[in-house]
Each structure stands twice: as structure tokens, then as C-alpha cells.
């Protein structure tokens, strides 16, 4: 019991550590993505306020999975983490969908327009250092206290990592062959991401609510297992 308590903690200062840092970088890029006149930035920057958000639904949380047993629920709150996932994930969804069809719009019916100002690299190369550093935190963090739920979300922001990567290589495209429409090309790749990454949570998720499994080759495994003890057989 002390130590659950002691692993809630751990969870809980890391997940705020996330969403102030998140917060941080999700600021700094929607505002230069403005300023500059970057799309890709934007998205970028769009993408990390998910992952504040994504913090806060862990920290709220990790306040109800360790309760116990109720009247009202007798198994637990252990499936509040799939149903906060659901709900995640139609976040996620939209904010990729608003972004989807902000790069559209640029692409189809803006007229004219400018090449991104320079303060969208310098923000960009920001955010890869700080990303960098939490998704490493956290994965150190998760590893501590064996929770997959910080073990994913350093994942996830490692993959964001690659999406600012990407941010900053479609920007020295733009600058250098003078496109504009490069950068609008990348924000619209950086939706689809979102919007697959969203779907792909939102199926994950099912998972853990039916009580299925994940990987059907542990049943091979276990079959396995059993034949090498003397007597037992028929496993099912």
C-alpha cells in the first residue's frame, strides 16, 4: 500500500513536470507559428497542447485508479484510465481535424503567401531540445515506477520529437527554394499524424475495456509453459 502510494506520487509530480513543460513549448510555438506565418509551427505547436492535456487527464487520473472498492463499483476504478483514454482521444481528433482543415484551406484558397519568418526555426530547434528532455524524464520516471502509463506518453513524446524534426526540415526546404507552400504541405502531413495517432489510442483502448490482450501470441506461450510440467496437459 505505502509503496502504491509512494508510486502514485511519482506519477503525479512527473505528469505536472510534463504539462508545465508541454505548456511551455505549446505557447511559445502556437504564438511564433502565428507571428512568423507558419502552419507547420502551429500544428507543432497544437500537437504539444494535446500532450498537455494528456498530462492533465493522468494526473486526474492517477487520483481515482488507486481507490478501493466501492458499493457501487465493487471491481475497482482500475478501467477510469480507459475510459479518460476514450476521451483523450476525441481531443487528439479534433485538434488534428481543425489543423487538417486549416492546411486545406491555405493550400486551396489562400491567394498568397509569405514565406515563414526566421523565429520559426529558432522555436522549432526549442522545442526538439525540450521534447528531448521529457520524453527521456519521463521514460527514466516510468521505467522507476514500472507504469506503462508514463512509459507510453515518453513514447508519444518522442514521436512528437520527429514531428518538430520534420517541422524544421520542411521550413529549410521553404527557405531555401523560396515556397511558402512547403510549409503548408508539412502541416497538413502533421494533421494526419494527429488524426492517426488519435485513432490508434482511441483502438488501444478497447483493449483494456473488453479485457482483451494485446499480443494473442501469449497464448501460444502459455500453452507451452504447461507442457513442460509433468502432468498437466489440456491447457485452456
Do not use: C
Not at 507558419?38 to 492517477?62: Q, R
Not at 480507459?82 to 489543423?99: D, R
Not at 518538430?164 to 494533421?191: A, E, N, W
Not at 479485457?211 to 485452456?236: M, T
Request: no cysteine; charged share 15%.
Amino acid at each position: 500500500m505505502e509503496q502504491d502510494r509512494g508510486n502514485q506520487q511519482v506519477l503525479i509530480r512527473t505528469s505536472w513536470i510534463s504539462a508545465i513543460g508541454n505548456l511551455i513549448l505549446s505557447v511559445s510555438k502556437i504564438v511564433i507559428g502565428l507571428l512568423a506565418g507558419s502552419l507547420a509551427v502551429l500544428g507543432d505547436g497544437i500537437d504539444s497542447a494535446t500532450d498537455v492535456v494528456i498530462s492533465i487527464v493522468m494526473i486526474f487520473t492517477a487520483h481515482i485508479v488507486n481507490r478501493p472498492p466501492s458499493t457501487k463499483y465493487a471491481y475497482g476504478y482500475k478501467k477510469a484510465e480507459g475510459i479518460a483514454t476514450k476521451i483523450l482521444s476525441l481531443i487528439i481528433l479534433y485538434a488534428g481535424v481543425q489543423m487538417f482543415i486549416s492546411s486545406i484551406k491555405a493550400m486551396f484558397f489562400d491567394s498568397e503567401r509569405a514565406l515563414p519568418g526566421s523565429l520559426a526555426i529558432d522555436v522549432t530547434l526549442f522545442s526538439i531540445l525540450g521534447k528531448l528532455l521529457l520524453a527521456l524524464y519521463q521514460y527514466k520516471k516510468g521505467k522507476y515506477i514500472n507504469s506503462q502509463l508514463l512509459i507510453a506518453n515518453a513514447i508519444n513524446m518522442r514521436n512528437d520529437v520527429l514531428i518538430s524534426v520534420s517541422v524544421l526540415v520542411g521550413l529549410l526546404f521553404t527557405f531555401v527554394f523560396k515556397l511558402p507552400i512547403l510549409d503548408v504541405i508539412t502541416g497538413l502531413l502533421i494533421s494526419l499524424f494527429i488524426i492517426k495517432s488519435a485513432v490508434d489510442i482511441f483502438m488501444d483502448s478497447n483493449v483494456d475495456l473488453m479485457d482483451g490482450v494485446q499480443n494473442e501470441v501469449i497464448y501460444e506461450e502459455i500453452f507451452k509453459a504447461v507442457e513442460l510440467v509433468p502432468g498437466a496437459s489440456n491447457a485452456h
